[in-house]
């Protein structure tokens, strides 16, 4: 099933992407968003494999219970609240949430 990996800004969707070593959709919010917003954005990919990966703050609690409300089936992973930010964690973390994920990793940077 194809995935689909929802985070909120550009920097966290460049700092995911190099990581990722099959083809995955990376959504950016670019921050807070409306529910009809959030459903423009989502319902393209509507049945595929939602994961909201996004930071641990009150912006990415708010988005989460947002989707949880319009998109129950999309499955949520969390970052360290000590990293606060997706862009900000270490890439061991990263790859370690993308594997919890069921997300395919960059080998060579799995084993590093």
């Not at 700092?15 to 921050?31: K, Q």
């Amino acid at each position: 099933m194809e995935k689909v990996i929802v985070v909120e800004g550009i920097s966290d969707k460049s700092r995911i992407a190099p990581l990722i070593a099959e083809p995955v959709t990376i959504l950016c919010t670019n921050g807070t968003v409306s529910a009809s917003r959030l459903e423009e954005l989502l319902l393209p990919y509507e049945g595929l494999d939602i994961i909201i990966l996004v930071d641990a703050d009150k912006s990415g609690e708010k988005l989460r219970k947002l989707v949880k409300r319009e998109f129950p089936e999309a499955r949520h992973f969390y970052i360290s609240p000590s990293f606060k930010e997706v862009a900000a964690t270490p890439i061991r973390n990263l790859i370690d949430v993308l594997i919890s994920a069921n997300v395919q990793v960059n080998k060579l940077l799995a084993e590093g």
